[in-house]
């Protein structure tokens, strides 16, 4: 068993203790309704419940941010510099990263009825089709990406929104609205890096 983990639980373990009190001791406290004290108990733990979704979204998407720095390590324009040794020390050290990294894994589930599913199965199609097209025209990806930004927000960032992304989105659990804005704009910024390289 990895000891940071059983360190880390740990400390989530007790910090929760801290935060959330016994049930035993919660009863015990007023004068009120079993059945009050209980629903006040359990509006407490649902509350640290939510705290725990949004700290972990958070870790996945640190996570996700340092698997793109790393693929963007990769294939920056400096290693096309290097000599076949160094470039080779340099690529094993990336993917020894990478490996470290993937050994974390931290999923949120999201509740969705059968709509929701087929929703968002067609927004990563949308997304996946968008991210093959750039290898063979940057300029109409980007501006496809843009239409997209545009279809999840209510400012327009440029050009048009596409409709059938919006209906699509709409479609979606507002988790996974959040989730498609966020990919989209990393999407977006990674296509402002990559015009700057093309311009350099």
Request: hydrophobic share 40%; aromatic share 2%; charged share 30%.
């Amino acid at each position: 068993m990895d000891v940071d983990s059983v360190i880390a639980s740990s400390s989530v373990i007790t910090t929760t203790a801290v935060l959330l009190p016994k049930v035993e001791d919660n009863i015990l406290m007023d004068n009120k309704r079993p059945k009050e004290k209980l629903i006040e108990l359990l509006d407490l733990i649902e509350s640290q419940v939510e705290k725990l979704r949004r700290d972990a979204v958070q870790l996945e998407e640190s996570r996700d941010h340092l698997l793109t720095a790393l693929d963007s390590i990769k294939h920056t324009d400096l290693m096309a510099d290097l000599e076949g040794n160094d470039a080779d020390d340099v690529v094993r050290y990336v993917d020894r990263i990478v490996n470290r990294c993937h050994t974390v894994d931290v999923r949120v589930l999201t509740q969705r009825d059968q709509e929701q599913e087929e929703a968002l199965s067609q927004i990563n199609r949308l997304i996946d089709g968008l991210v093959m097209d750039l290898r063979n025209d940057h300029q109409a990806a980007k501006q496809r990406c843009i239409s997209y930004v545009n279809a999840c927000s209510s400012i327009m960032v440029d050009g048009i929104m596409d409709k059938k992304f919006e209906s699509a989105l709409l479609g979606c659990t507002i988790d996974d609205q959040k989730r498609v804005k966020k990919r989209l704009q990393g999407l977006l910024n990674y296509f402002e890096r990559l015009g700057i390289q093309m311009l350099d």
